[in-house]
């Protein structure tokens, strides 16, 4: 039973950092772009960043670019989004997922499997 299963979460006052892990498991994921999202309360999900299956290759949202890095161990089974100057406009529920492909997919339907997500909340 494939599963992705992430964790980190919390709250953090605007400015600090947070740290998310996605652990996979069920199937390799060693072809597999990973990426995250991310779903504020009454606004659609949307992309945060991904990460391509070499590992080698990342492409984030413009709102992540600078503060927030994705990272993969090289078998997949685990990826981080390392998440630094927070903003309140960052709280969401983040969700991992992952994509049958050798690019970096942003659109929400290229991916396969998704897990339950982990609530960030960033108070001013």
């Known amino acids: 039973q494939v599963q992705l299963v992430e964790s980190g979460g919390g709250l953090v006052q605007a400015g600090g950092s947070l740290r998310l892990s996605c652990a996979a498991s069920?199937?390799?994921?060693?072809?597999?772009?990973m990426g995250w999202f991310r779903q504020a309360p009454g606004k659609a999900r949307e992309f945060v960043a991904a990460?391509?299956?070499?590992?080698?290759?990342?492409a984030s949202a413009d709102s992540a670019k600078g503060r927030f890095t994705i990272s993969s161990d090289n078998a997949k089974t685990t990826v981080y989004l390392q998440m630094h100057n927070l903003k309140p406009e960052d709280t969401a529920v983040y969700y991992c997922?992952?994509?049958?492909?050798?690019?970096?997919?942003?659109?929400?339907?290229?991916?396969?499997?998704w897990g339950q997500g982990t609530q960030v909340t960033v108070s001013s």
């Open positions: 069920g199937r390799s994921f060693s072809r597999y772009a």
């Open positions: 997922a992952a994509a049958r492909s050798d690019g970096l997919p942003v659109a929400i339907n290229i991916y396969e499997y």
């Open positions: 990460i391509d299956w070499s590992g080698s290759r990342t």
